[in-house]
């Protein structure tokens, strides 16, 4: 999974909904655990009650001081600081030290991309093809743009992007891929339900999920904290 950006009713659906269908041995996160939505802390605390492994994303990163927030929108600037002013130390110090690259098995996650952790959007094929010189599994999983797709990869051609049918089960064969499962807590792709992929190792098959949550109660607890307006709003949308 990708993107939680602290929104406690979208990371608990997704885990209600992981243990629906069937479960799993552990989760892989590729960033942004917190930033923009109203819980930073209650989703750190949940994240670190499970077998859960993460690399920090921008807003992660941003929230406890690592990164500089000159390059964030003015929305995302003040939700990363009111973020900062929420964590307990030790969910401080657990985003602290957090990864930017993690290798799991014949998996890379990042946040942005290999080349570029924090910042790089990986939505084209060029900039995949580029990237696959900068890690070396054959699967590597990202997050960042919040948009659900794959990139499948031959060597010496090329990358094709392609998207996931919901539930749909898709048999990982011999090719190099960039996965992003998509956003948890905040969704940009029209869809605003929450994404994210299940791997069965046995079958080498990835199978992807959305599932609805409660987006007034993580809606009005937003405005409740005087988070952004705007931001509350984008959730009723997926964009
Ligand atoms: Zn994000």
Not at 81 to 91: I, K
Not at 167 to 179: A, S
């Amino acid at each position: 999974m990708a993107d939680i950006h602290g929104n406690l009713e979208a990371f608990q659906a997704v885990l209600e909904d992981v243990e629906k269908n069937g479960g799993v041995d552990g989760m892989l996160c590729a960033g942004d655990l917190v930033g923009y939505g109203p819980d930073p802390d209650l989703c750190l605390e949940l994240a670190r009650s499970r077998n859960f492994l993460a690399v920090a994303g921008n807003h992660d990163a941003a929230a406890v001081g690592k990164l500089d927030i000159s390059d964030f929108n003015a929305e995302a600037a003040d939700a990363c600081r009111w973020t900062g002013r929420q964590l307990s130390q030790e969910n401080r110090d657990y985003l602290s030290n957090l990864p930017s690259v993690l290798q799991v098995r014949d998996f890379t996650v990042v946040h942005g991309s290999p080349r570029q952790p924090f910042w790089e959007y990986l939505i084209a094929p060029v900039v995949a093809k580029e990237n696959l010189k900068h890690f070396r599994t054959k699967y590597c999983v990202i997050g960042h743009s919040h948009i659900p797709l794959y990139f499948e990869c031959v060597e010496g051609k090329g990358c094709s992007l392609k998207e996931f049918q919901f539930e749909g089960i898709l048999k990982m064969g011999d090719n190099r891929m960039i996965i992003n499962p998509g956003g948890v807590g905040q969704p940009r792709d029209g869809d605003p339900r929450a994404g994210y992929l299940i791997f069965d190792d046995e079958n080498s098959t990835l199978r992807y999920y959305r599932v609805e949550y409660d987006i007034p109660a993580t809606q009005q607890k937003m405005l409740t904290r005087g988070l952004s307006r705007y931001l509350a709003a984008r959730l009723s949308y997926g964009l």
